[in-house]
């Protein structure tokens, strides 16, 4: 059973920085792909950005050039570095885990990410 604990959302003006991070309680984290969905009020959870096992990387075209995905094996954590939020940013943020065969297969609980205009 992998728990997912996701932490660093918060309130933040149009134009700033946030970093979420994911801490990941499982044996085989350096095995796994990882990745980040979002989902606003009133629309469908959208992939983020992921990263693989061995350090691949794509992104939502929406994202690209602003956030940088990023993993610490020796943590068990994934990041996400999202700069030059805009309020189109804003949604809850959750952290995501592949199984062994690259499908994501357990979620963390989210967290909320606000961008004023």
């Known amino acids: 059973q992998v728990q997912l604990v996701e932490s660093g959302g918060g309130l933040v003006q149009a134009g700033g920085s946030l970093r979420l991070s994911c801490e990941a309680s499982?044996?085989?984290?350096?095995?796994?792909?990882m990745g980040w969905f979002r989902q606003a009020p009133g629309k469908e959870r959208e992939f983020v950005a992921g990263?693989?096992?061995?350090?691949?990387?794509n992104y939502a075209d929406s994202v690209k050039g602003r956030f940088t995905i990023s993993r610490d094996n020796a943590k068990n954590t994934v990041y996400l570095q999202m700069n030059s939020l805009k309020p189109d940013d804003t949604a809850v943020y959750y952290c995501?885990?592949?199984?062994?065969?690259?499908?994501?297969?357990?979620w963390g609980q989210g967290t909320q990410v606000t961008v004023s205009s």
């Open positions: 990263i693989t096992w061995s350090g691949g990387r």
């Open positions: 995501a885990a592949t199984s062994l065969y690259g499908d994501y297969r357990a």
């Open positions: 499982v044996s085989t984290f350096s095995r796994i792909g």
